[in-house]
């Protein structure tokens, strides 16, 4: 099953670095499907952040370049980048952090993974009194319950249980 592959980009004011991080991101996604791009959002930047993507562009025809005419932030860029791609699995770079290959490669991977999982059939629920649940359990769970609400303050109902109350839950859980 070979998805294709859309890593959104939102950048800021990123001249300095944006080169030399989208080079590494287009030595690592050939190694996770043949079919990717990378969509560069440039968010207002104020220097030469915009020349720099077109350069890119031209360069290589899986980047592509949306800007923002002024600077709306982070989740706004993620949304025009979104809207522009056009994979099936959309992963967001976050470009103010460098470029590890191992995270998007395991990322890759886990969705790999995920996507050919068979769906577990939907288990039927019981028609017997219970639910299924084991009676033991299911009285337990309610004396527990009534030593919860004899433990109440009567002067205030809004009150936490008195301390009793935790040494409860643990012989609950330890199923004593």
Same mark, same amino acid.
Do not use: Y
């Given at each position: 099953?070979?998805?294709?592959?859309?890593?959104?980009?939102?950048?800021?004011?990123?001249?300095?670095?944006?080169?030399?991080?989208?080079?590494?991101?287009?030595?690592?996604?050939?190694?996770?499907?043949?079919?990717?791009?990378?969509?560069?959002?440039?968010?207002?930047?104020?220097?030469?952040?915009?020349?720099?993507?077109?350069?890119?562009?031209?360069?290589?025809?899986?980047?592509?370049?949306?800007?923002?005419?002024?600077?709306?932030?982070?989740?706004?860029?993620?949304?025009?980048?979104?809207?522009?791609?056009?994979?099936?699995?959309?992963?967001?770079?976050?470009?103010?952090?460098?470029?590890?290959?191992?995270?998007?490669?395991?990322?890759?991977?886990?969705?790999?993974?995920?996507?050919?999982?068979?769906?577990?059939?939907?288990?039927?629920?019981?028609?017997?009194?219970?639910?299924? %649940?084991?009676?033991?359990?299911?009285?337990? %769970?309610?004396?527990?319950?009534?030593?919860?609400?004899?433990?109440?303050?009567?002067?205030?109902?809004?009150?936490?249980?008195?301390?009793?109350?935790?040494?409860?839950?643990?012989?609950?859980? %330890?199923?004593?």
């Amino acid at each position: 099953m070979d998805k294709s592959l859309s890593l959104i980009m939102p950048v800021h004011n990123a001249q300095q670095w944006l080169a030399r991080d989208v080079e590494r991101l287009l030595d690592v996604l050939p190694e996770m499907t043949d079919r990717f791009e990378v969509v560069i959002i440039d968010d207002g930047s104020t220097d030469h952040t915009e020349e720099a993507a077109q350069e890119l562009s031209c360069r290589f025809p899986q980047v592509k370049l949306h800007r923002h005419p002024r600077c709306t932030g982070i989740a706004a860029a993620v949304d025009t980048g979104s809207r522009h791609a056009e994979g099936d699995v959309v992963l967001i770079h976050d470009a103010r952090k460098p470029v590890v290959e191992s995270d998007l490669l395991g990322m890759w991977q886990m969705h790999q993974e995920n996507a050919v999982r068979p769906i577990a059939p939907t288990p039927q629920v019981p028609t017997k009194p219970g639910l299924g %649940l084991d009676q033991d359990l299911l009285e337990r %769970l309610m004396q527990w319950g009534s030593d919860v609400k004899k433990e109440r303050p009567t002067h205030s109902p809004d009150r936490m249980p008195r301390p009793n109350f935790l040494r409860k839950v643990s012989n609950f859980a %330890l199923g004593e």
